[in-house]
């Protein structure tokens, strides 16, 4: 299955499997992109069953909107995670069956060279998902500090060349503005060794991508406002694509599933602490090797699903 103009839903036999169990059932998608896993979700249900969906990125809603006009158990929303409580659904008191997260970029926002997301495209320094938020990448580039700019680098980009590279940008931009991504390349090259440049520059342009639009902050704000919103017995499933994403997603699933806190030295628990959450992986789910074949964006896919007790 594949939604024109944005990426192939990756593991989409493996998502339906964990997270549909009632077919008249609620479920949200909380990152719609081109609207593959909601169709996807709607075919599988019942009419009487509902999608609830949302997305950051206003071309998104617009277009998977248009996708699924005939649905009419479907709708759709421009808005964060950390702003779900807002919703009129929400705030009115629906609860859902099960909740999809698929973080991270969709090919769609890769390959418009305007979002300026990659480094193989010229473009202005922009990355946000919201195009309304107030904070790009050009102001974070041009006037983030230089300890800022290399906290950023090492811990959204695990780049151990995060001083010298912010020392770099630092050192250009008090000559003029670094506007564009070509510019932010060049830069990011000139302190590069040839060998490890491909992947400093993913590095890099995924750091600043995550600090423009708080990617991680936001992931942590859904997780813990799942547990609210999901039903007993309710699902949820996250698809995440690198590392800083799966350990925040592991460490809640372990943190809500052990229960008691209490040091293991204590006879009996005093501090009577419940599991809130069941694990429904005990491993991530990877894709196949026939998956990856065709699609290259499942290589980096994780999958971690989890119930509420």
């Known amino acids: 299955m594949k939604t024109v103009g944005y990426h192939i839903p990756v593991m989409l036999k ?5 997270l549909i169990t009632d077919r008249k059932g609620t479920y949200l998608d909380c990152t719609l992109g081109g609207g593959g896993h909601s169709k996807a979700i709607l075919d599988e249900i019942d009419p009487a069953g509902f999608v609830l969906a949302v997305d950051r990125d206003a071309e998104a809603v617009k277009y998977a909107s248009e996708l699924l006009r005939d649905y009419n158990n479907f709708k759709a929303h421009q808005i964060s995670f950390s702003r779900l409580n807002e919703l009129d659904e929400i705030v009115f008191g629906m609860k859902f069956d099960g909740i999809l997260l698929d973080l991270g970029l969709s090919s769609r926002q890769i390959d418009d060279a305007a979002r300026g ?3 193989m495209s010229e473009s202005g320094l922009d990355m946000r998902m919201n195009r309304d938020d107030e904070i790009s990448a050009l102001e974070v580039v041009n006037n983030y500090p230089e300890e800022e700019l290399t906290g950023i680098f090492f811990k959204y ?21 670094i506007g564009t ?9 000139s302190v590069t060794p040839s060998n490890f440049r491909i992947k400093t520059l993913s590095r890099i342009f995924q750091a600043v991508r995550i600090e423009v639009n708080r990617e991680l902050e936001e992931l942590e704000v859904v997780l813990k406002f799942s547990m609210d919103i ?5 699902r949820c499933v996250v698809m995440s694509y690198h590392s800083l994403e799966d350990r925040i997603v592991k460490n ?3 943190d809500r599933s052990e229960g008691c806190i209490c040091p293991k030295n204590f006879p009996v628990c005093v501090c009577g602490n419940k599991p809130v959450v069941s ?3 005990k491993k991530p789910l990877t894709a196949s090797e026939e998956e990856t074949a065709t699609n290259s964006r499942a290589r980096s896919a994780k999958l971690r699903a989890f119930s509420k007790i």
Not at 14 to 18: A, C, K, V
Not at 157 to 164: D, I, Q
Request: hydrophobic content about 40%; cysteine-free.
């Open 230 to 234: 999901l039903k007993p017995g309710g």
């Open 14 to 18: 493996e998502t339906l499997n964990l």
């Open 279 to 281: 694990a429904l992986t």
């Open 252 to 254: 809640f699933i372990k």
């Open 157 to 177: 980009g695990e780049e151990n060349r995060s001083r010298k590279i912010a020392a770099a940008i630092v050192s250009q931009r008090e000559k003029k503005v």
């Open 181 to 189: 991504t070509k510019e932010l390349t060049g830069i990011i090259a």
């Open 117 to 119: 997301f990659s480094y």
